[in-house]
């Protein structure tokens, strides 16, 4: 049948009319432009699930965000399990309507039947899932306070008790979910706040809840099925790498033959060297740094990219330049450094009231870095400022426009030229008659005169017209939250030893508050996210110098409230368009972060006193606290020494400041050579990315050159090749597949640990699978330039 025919369909428009929908394409093949009111949201089956799944994720992702190498459980996960569970429910709980049954069989029921309907009432619905999946996403990741508090403890050896951990924690999380509704009008609510990373989810909702599990390339299997099977197959395969022979985990074969040759491990090596050989057959390793799955090939050719050039070129020649006095250091390490090479003992420039001791400085050393980690610091600073450039470059007239509509209407908005003349992929099966109705629909937005257009998208979209059916959540209760959570900051500042006064915490908010609104306007049309990490850090390591564990406090309150306010902006985008009631998405995230927030405290402080040798070198399979020691050493610098003395004119690092400049300059360059080539325009530019690719290598360290190149060849296999010559495939399993690999790890890793290393059975297991790889200089980072007894490096004492 011909699609531009009207013939058959020519009486059949209905509510899902183009003239009635979003204007941006991508929304229209993602989004379902109705709502059935009749689907049951608050039910037991809804709390039930997502309590369970708030538990589980976020207790697994902070007992192991505390290991390296980690796994990180993604909300995929709860989406797609939670949707047979809700079935099975469903199952369990037959629920039967009230009018079926006469007063005397009401009567007759037990008290179990009775509560047996109420456990189920109504049918597993789209909205219930997404609730689920919201509650989710709220408290999976684990809370930056988690971090602070690990430092405090363990590297600052600080105690200031689980009523200080709980505040300090409740506080951050809560404050950013209200920068989120405050600013929900700017935010959410317009049609050109697209928030493209909720897109996904909705398009999976609209899939699970109504697919039909037609063949694709040749596979009949459903995802349900498919992730059983890989979620199987990766718990089984866990047991080599995890336990019986980890050399398949780190699999520095090269430096297997010359152990004792710095060279060949700084080189090739997966733990402390470059890891030019992608090779290992862990997941662990290879999604250290996020699902290369989930990654588009474009943003993972830019990562690759500046591993290449940065970590692969740049890094090696000023390591045997001696760059910096870097040859005297690990070429790759998570430590800072003194003179003689020892780790820096930061307690020995600290007062007794952890102030920053300028005469014990002087008498100990300069604190010194290994080359990738003195790399990765320029590459931030150079991620912040390209970020702001290439946005102006590539969206800078997008997000004026916006700007302009958000401030007059906030509805008002005007999509770039030429996007309304784009046809979306259908993501539904491409045959058949609401396929056919869909494509002319799509067909007939097309076709509109841009006058036309820009009177459609003046009004609202189908969206927020339905979402008025819903009571509104009070701005006041947003207001309410945000001053008890001020409160409740400014209580554990001034009681606890954090060293930051009121007035601090106050600017680090302001700080958030200045720059919540443009990040989230960039992140909601761009879906690129700016940092306030350095600029917390700075602004605090100048206004509050030598007061480490107030620089951590500040940063957290500045940077980590932005970024949870953006997370919960976005699932309050998604609760839009799934049409969930407004004040029943507040309680929900509400519960969800309080426990999120009190379970991470209470499997924190189980590690801390049940896991031998925690956040140490020697730590029990491998729960050294890699990514708290990163921040560790990030307070050492900003907190302790001050970026004065590391940037200043004089100081060593001086010329990393010049990555500013480079930052800002380089798009610019690469815009302007794309938009001047005329007729000639390149795509390939169109594609390159500054912020991606100097803002993702900030994960080196403790990320490796390993955890990179593997990951960037998995996404190359499956995101490109497989991508193009099987697209049916990919679409329908890849999404499944890294659910299922990431389930397996974590609950591998969670067998071997409880079941066998913990109680130590496999304290004798030991043979060649479980030691070659440890043997040599990969395994005890051994430097290019050694060091003789009682020499140092570094300038003279009276230079500095």
């Known amino acids: 049948m011909d699609i531009d025919s009207d013939e058959e369909f020519e009486d059949e428009e209905d509510d899902n009319d183009p003239i009635d929908n979003s204007p941006y394409p991508e929304v229209r093949a993602s989004?379902?432009?109705?709502?059935?009111?009749?689907?049951?949201?608050?039910?037991?089956?809804?709390?039930?699930?997502?309590?369970?799944?708030?538990?589980?994720?976020?207790?697994?992702?902070?007992?192991?965000?505390?290991?390296?190498?980690?796994?990180?459980?993604?909300?995929?996960?709860?989406?797609?399990?939670?949707?047979?569970?809700?079935?099975?429910?469903?199952?369990?709980?037959?629920?039967?309507?009230?009018?079926?049954?006469?007063?005397?069989?009401?009567?007759?029921?037990?008290?179990?039947?009775?509560?047996?309907?109420?456990?189920?009432?109504?049918?597993?619905?789209?909205?219930?899932?997404?609730?689920?999946?919201?509650?989710?996403?709220?408290?999976?990741?684990?809370?930056?306070?988690?971090?602070?508090?690990?430092?405090?403890?363990?590297?600052?050896?600080?105690?200031?008790?689980?009523?200080?951990?709980?505040?300090?924690?409740?506080?951050?999380?809560?404050?950013?979910?209200?920068?989120?509704?405050?600013?929900?009008?700017?935010?959410?609510?317009?049609?050109?706040?697209?928030?493209?990373?909720?897109?996904?989810?909705?398009?999976?909702?609209?899939?699970?809840?109504?697919?039909?599990?037609?063949?694709?390339?040749?596979?009949?299997?459903?995802?349900?099925?498919?992730?059983?099977?890989?979620?199987?197959?990766?718990?089984?395969?866990?047991?080599?790498?995890?336990?019986?022979?980890?050399?398949?985990?780190?699999?520095?074969?090269?430096?297997?033959?010359?152990?004792?040759?710095?060279?060949?491990?700084?080189?090739?090596?997966?733990?402390?060297?470059?890891?030019?050989?992608?090779?290992?057959?862990?997941?662990?390793?290879?999604?250290?740094?996020?699902?290369?799955?989930?990654?588009?090939?474009?943003?993972?050719?830019?990562?690759?990219?500046?591993?290449?050039?940065?970590?692969?070129?740049?890094?090696?020649i000023m390591y045997y330049m001696n760059t910096f006095y870097s040859a005297y250091l690990p070429i790759l390490s998570s430590n800072v450094f003194d003179n003689e090479a020892h780790m820096y003992d930061v307690s020995r420039i600290l007062t007794k009231g952890f102030r920053f001791d300028e005469e014990a400085y002087k008498n100990y050393s300069k604190v010194f870095m290994p080359i990738t980690y003195v790399l990765s610091y320029g590459l931030q600073f150079a991620a912040l400022t390209a970020l702001v450039t290439h946005t102006a470059c590539w969206h800078g007239n997008d997000i004026w426009q916006q700007w302009k509509k958000v401030i007059t209407k906030p509805n008002q908005t005007k999509p770039e030229a030429g996007t309304h003349d784009y046809v979306p992929i259908d993501p539904q099966p491409s045959t058949g008659p609401s396929t056919i109705r869909r494509k002319r629909r799509h067909r007939r937005l097309s076709i509109l005169s841009d006058r036309e257009l820009e009177d459609l998208i003046q009004r609202d979209d189908v969206h927020a017209r339905l979402m008025r059916k819903y009571p509104e959540c009070p701005t006041s209760w947003y207001l309410a939250t945000f001053l008890v959570m001020i409160i409740v900051g400014i209580f554990v500042v001034e009681y606890y030893p954090v060293y930051l006064p009121w007035h601090g915490l106050l600017l680090a908010l302001a700080v958030c508050g200045v720059f919540f609104v443009p990040i989230g306007i960039v992140m909601a049309i761009t879906n690129t996210q700016s940092s306030l990490f350095l600029v917390c850090q700075l602004i605090c390591g100048y206004v509050f110098p030598g007061r480490p564990v107030a620089n951590m406090v500040f940063v957290m309150y500045g940077y980590i409230t932005s970024t949870q306010g953006l997370k919960f902006s976005s699932d309050l985008k998604l609760g839009h368009y799934m049409k969930i009631p407004p004040r029943l998405l507040f309680t929900i995230q509400m519960v969800a972060t309080i426990i999120g927030c009190l379970t991470q405290i209470g499997v924190l402080n189980w590690a801390f006193a049940n896991i031998p040798g925690i956040c140490t070198e020697n730590a029990l399979n491998g729960f050294s606290c890699p990514i708290a020691r990163v921040h560790f050493n990030g307070s050492i610098l900003w907190g302790v020494v001050g970026p004065s003395r590391f940037f200043g004119r004089s100081e060593l690092y001086h010329p990393l400041v010049y990555a500013f400049l480079i930052g800002a300059i380089a798009p610019v360059i690469i815009w302007t050579i794309w938009k001047y080539r005329g007729s000639k325009r390149s795509s390939i530019l169109k594609s390159v990315s500054l912020p991606v690719l100097f803002g993702s290598l900030s994960w080196i360290p403790p990320a490796t050159g390993l955890n990179f190149s593997a990951w960037a060849l998995v996404c190359y296999v499956f995101n490109w090749i497989l991508r193009k010559r099987k697209p049916g495939w990919w679409a329908k399993y890849t999404m499944t597949l890294s659910a299922g690999l990431d389930a397996s790890l974590a609950m591998g890793m969670v067998v071997v640990f409880f079941a066998v290393i913990y109680p130590g059975f496999a304290d004798n297991l030991k043979w060649w699978g479980t030691e070659v790889f440890k043997n040599g200089c990969d395994w005890n980072a051994c430097t290019f330039r050694r060091l003789g007894k009682g020499e140092r490096f570094g300038p003279e004492r009276g230079s500095w």
């Not at 899932?129 to 509650?135: G, L, R, T």
């Not at 009523?163 to 409740?170: A, F, G, H, S, V």
């Not at 718990?235 to 010359?258: I, K």
Request: with cysteine; net charge neutral.
């Open 31 to 316: 989004v379902l432009a109705t709502d059935d009111e009749t689907l049951s949201i608050n039910t037991p089956r809804m709390w039930t699930l997502s309590i369970i799944f708030t538990l589980v994720g976020s207790s697994t992702n902070l007992f192991f965000s505390l290991r390296y190498p980690s796994i990180s459980i993604t909300p995929v996960i709860a989406l797609l399990l939670a949707h047979p569970l809700g079935k099975i429910w469903d199952q369990v709980f037959q629920s039967v309507e009230d009018e079926d049954l006469d007063d005397l069989t009401m009567k007759q029921q037990g008290k179990w039947q009775r509560l047996r309907r109420w456990l189920g009432q109504g049918r597993w619905n789209r909205k219930e899932h997404a609730c689920v999946y919201i509650s989710s996403n709220v408290s999976f990741g684990f809370a930056f306070a988690t971090d602070v508090i690990v430092e405090q403890t363990h590297f600052y050896h600080q105690n200031p008790g689980i009523l200080y951990q709980i505040l300090l924690t409740l506080s951050t999380q809560i404050l950013g979910y209200t920068f989120a509704g405050l600013t929900r009008q700017w935010l959410v609510r317009p049609s050109s706040m697209i928030w493209p990373g909720t897109l996904m989810s909705t398009a999976m909702f609209t899939t699970l809840h109504g697919e039909e599990n037609k063949p694709t390339d040749g596979w009949k299997i459903s995802r349900w099925k498919f992730f059983v099977y890989v979620f199987a197959a990766g718990f089984s395969w866990y047991f080599l790498p995890g336990l019986l022979m980890p050399a398949l985990s780190y699999f520095n074969v090269v430096t297997w033959f010359a152990p004792e040759n710095p060279v060949v491990a700084n080189l090739f090596g997966v733990k402390s060297g470059l890891g030019l050989l992608p090779l290992t057959f862990d997941w662990a390793q290879i999604s250290y740094i996020g699902s290369p799955l989930m990654t588009p090939f474009w943003a993972a050719a830019n990562v690759v990219g500046g591993l290449i050039i940065v970590m692969w070129i740049i890094a090696p």
